[in-house]
């Protein structure tokens, strides 16, 4: 049972290079998140994509796009990656909106030189 | 504006110790409090749902109870296995959105 795959696992970048997140999930879910989790910040909401072809800002939406490819996948992008960008990267996915069960995967570890 | 605390950030027990990790929030109109459950290096996992005060869950050591102003997370016996991070989660009427507490750090010593 996969779930919800994320790759890469680990990356590391200069500042200002530019890379992309990609997540997929197998369980025909309609909503899908990005989240950063930072110490002391807890788990906040990049964007999230409501259903295929719909995407909306979350909390901390400066300095990423998102791209929902299909109903399987959901990508995040950083176009110029500066240092406050460090920080562990988490894709969910649910069955909708409204409801609090997330499957989430297994994380990605950003570092920005 | 919907606010999640958790305490204590970190706990430390003896394997059979029992104790409660609590999440206070405030928020308007609550649409359900979600406990989730994280390994190092892994992604949360979730837990309960509770919907209204009064309302109980129990999984196998752990049990979720939830008032109008907080909820509880009771560990009965803990087992070193119990070791994770805990977080809360509630969803507010007014914006919808999920907002998670910083978690609790528990450490069950054999």
């Known amino acids: 049972n996969a779930g919800v795959t994320q790759t890469p696992k680990f990356q590391v970048l200069k500042t200002g290079q530019s890379m992309t997140l990609q997540c997929a999930q197998d369980?025909?879910?309609?909503?899908m998140y990005w989240y950063r989790q930072d110490p002391g910040m807890g788990l906040r909401l990049i964007y999230y994509s409501a259903s295929e072809g719909t995407t909306d800002k979350g909390e901390v939406p400066n300095g990423y796009n998102v791209s929902r490819l299909n109903k399987r996948e959901f990508s995040l992008r950083l176009e110029s990656a500066a240092p406050s960008q460090t920080s562990v990267y988490f894709c969910a996915s649910s069955s909708g909106t409204t409801t609090g069960e997330l499957f989430f995967g297994e994380g990605s570890r950003l570092t920005v030189l | 504006e919907d606010q999640v605390t958790q305490s204590p950030e970190a706990l430390r027990l003896q394997e059979g110790e029992s104790s409660s990790l609590n999440c206070s929030y405030t928020v308007s109109g609550l649409r359900g409090l979600f406990w989730y459950r994280q390994d190092p290096g892994k992604g949360p996992e979730f837990l309960f749902t509770l919907y209204s005060a009064g309302e109980e869950k129990e999984k196998e050591r752990l049990k979720a109870t939830l008032t109008k102003k907080e909820s509880f997370l009771h560990i009965t016996a803990p087992k070193p296995e119990d070791s994770a991070t805990y977080l809360c989660?509630?969803?507010?009427?007014?914006?919808?959105?999920?907002?998670f507490g910083q978690g609790t750090t528990l450490q069950v010593k054999p």
């Open positions: 369980m025909n879910h309609n909503s």
């Open positions: 989660a509630v969803r507010g009427g007014n914006t919808g959105k999920l907002i």
